[in-house]
């Protein structure tokens, strides 16, 4: 199986590598992650610019053709960057949505202004007692005439506090953890009856909890009247990407340790020199290394059409970033000494970072029960 990229992949890595080498500023990030919207208009713009926002979208609808492999190259790098900008939420999440469910009209209305840097999404569907269960959603769509009204809350919405669109999901009939019934639908951030608190999460991004009273849907706006197997498919890939920025963030904790252990002297040697944190060192790139490979297991297993493997390469791949990142974290902090603890110094960001991709869309532990329920991973 040959593992290199092409010629417009590298190219695509090249870009993108520089521009988070040279532009992604971290004494920045700290300034933009207090500001309203939670990030740095100026560098969404310069992801339009760079072509970052059209990768994975068909060329007819105004993207440039990619899969999941340029995605995993955008969002490794973007990993190592700590990047605060919404593009998991509108590309990924919201991206894929609209790939797979929105129609030709859809797709022709809102792809060109996602790829301009114009349209920002959000994907509203976890609540508040569903955890992990994607089928668990109380959110009501009632018809009205030729629309439907949404009832219902919404929480931990990724960026849904600056969102432009929100993409909903609401039962259109059956029981509140039926996985038929749920419906996927357009809504306007400021339409009428939506109510959104924003704040900021752990890991220095944003997120919302929203209220839908009586929110007007028109039959154009409707993705989806059967979503479960769509959003299913789009939480694999975005699971994918997840893990391709895990790992970006997994290889920087650990370059910034090897090289703060290179440095830091005690006893009048560099503490690299003590064979004990070397085994660290190397226990470390070891986890950082399986993670890589799951992920890249993730990213080609992202496009098969059969659910059943595509949902347990996504699981195991899930498993090993939620090790993997313990591993690389807490050997992070602990070789940093009390200075890994810091709100000044980055490792410390990183780790929060991964500890919150661990837990978005099930933990280290639901995914290995999830596996165990499959039989293995191996159909």
């Known amino acids: 199986m040959d593992f290199d990229f092409s010629e417009e992949q590298r190219l695509l890595k090249e870009s993108v590598d520089r521009f988070i080498g040279d ?3 971290f004494e920045q990030r700290k300034t933009f992650a207090k500001s309203d919207s939670g990030y740095a208009h100026e560098n969404w713009k310069q992801f339009a610019e760079l072509g970052l926002l059209a990768i994975p979208f068909a060329e007819e609808h105004g993207g440039f053709g990619g899969g999941p492999t340029e995605t995993m190259i955008v969002m490794e790098a973007f990993g190592r960057g700590l990047v605060l900008e919404p593009y998991f939420s509108t590309v990924v999440l919201g991206g894929g949505l609209l790939r ?6 859809h797709k022709s209305e809102f792809i060109p202004k996602i790829a301009s840097g114009d349209l920002r999404l959000a994907f509203a569907h976890g609540e508040r007692q569903s955890r992990y269960d994607l089928a668990d959603v109380e959110a009501r769509a009632k018809k009205s005439g030729s629309g ?4 219902g809350e919404k929480s931990l919405v990724l960026n849904g506090d600056s969102a432009d669109t929100l993409i909903v ?8 953890r039926d996985r038929s ?9 400021n339409a009428k009856g939506v109510s959104r608190r924003g704040y900021p999460t752990q890991d220095g991004l944003r997120a919302a909890e929203i209220s839908l009273s009586g929110v007007e849907v028109p039959v154009d706006r409707v993705l989806s009247e059967d979503g479960l197997p769509i959003i299913e498919r789009v939480v694999d890939e975005a699971i994918a990407a997840l893990a391709a920025e895990a790992v970006g963030a997994m290889a920087e904790m650990h370059a910034l340790t090897v090289d703060y252990l290179k440095t830091r002297k005690q006893f009048g040697v560099a503490i690299g020199a003590f064979q004990a944190l070397q085994h660290r060192a190397v226990d470390m790139f070891v986890a950082l290394e399986q993670a890589r490979s799951m992920a890249m297991f993730a990213t080609m297993m992202s496009a098969e059409d059969d659910a059943e493997a595509r949902s347990r390469a996504t699981s195991a791949a899930k498993v090993q970033i939620g090790r993997s990142a313990k591993i690389v974290g807490q050997g992070a902090i602990q070789l ?3 200075v890994g603890m810091t709100m000044e110094l980055k490792v410390g960001h990183y780790f929060k970072r991964a500890t919150m991709i661990d837990v978005l869309f099930g933990d280290a532990d639901y995914h290995l029960a999830r596996l165990a329920e499959a039989g293995s991973l191996a159909a």
């Open 23 to 25: 532009r992604y500023d």
């Open 100 to 105: 797979h469910a929105g129609s030709d009209a």
């Open 148 to 151: 439907y009204l949404l009832e």
């Open 169 to 176: 999901s609401a039962r259109m009939s059956g029981d509140e």
């Open 181 to 189: 019934g749920i419906g996927l639908f357009l809504v306007d951030g």
């Open 336 to 338: 940093h000494g009390g």
